[in-house]
Nanobody, 121 residues
Framework: QVHLAESGGGLVQTGGSLRLSCAAS????????MGWYRQAPGKQRELVANIRNGGSTRYGDSAKGRFTISRDNAENTMYLQMNDLKPEDTADYYCAAWHVTQSYFASPSIWGQGTQVIVSS
């Protein structure tokens, strides 16, 4: 079993920065990729960024150039550094992980509980 716990959400002004953390516990050796998703009210859940165990990354269009995903494998913790935040970044942010049995093309099977980010105008 793998458990994911997000933290670091909160209220920030436009143009500010925020860093989200996701701590993985349990059988973390069964994770081959982790990522961040977000969902705003009335909108579909979207991929923000993901990172493979080897460190390769992928970003959604809204995140590229402003957000940076990273992972500390020794601590089993993933981060999302968000800079130049905009009101449209307001959403619930979810940590997710792909089990080693999954295809990279599949939806992640392991999810955290979410952390709220509010960017004021």
């Amino acid at each position: 079993q793998v458990h994911l716990a997000e933290s670091g959400g909160g209220l920030v002004q436009t143009g500010g920065s925020l860093r989200l953390s996701c701590a993985a516990s349990g059988k973390t050796f069964n994770i081959k990729q982790m990522g961040w998703y977000r969902q705003a009210p009335g909108k579909q859940r979207e991929l923000v960024a993901n990172i493979r165990n080897g460190g390769s990354t992928r970003y959604g269009d809204s995140a590229k150039g402003r957000f940076t995903i990273s992972r500390d494998n020794a601590e089993n913790t993933m981060y999302l550094q968000m800079n130049d935040l905009k009101p449209e970044d307001t959403a619930d942010y979810y940590c997710a992980a792909w089990h080693v049995t999954q295809s990279y093309f599949a939806s992640p099977s392991i999810w955290g509980q979410g952390t709220q980010v509010i960017v004021s105008s």
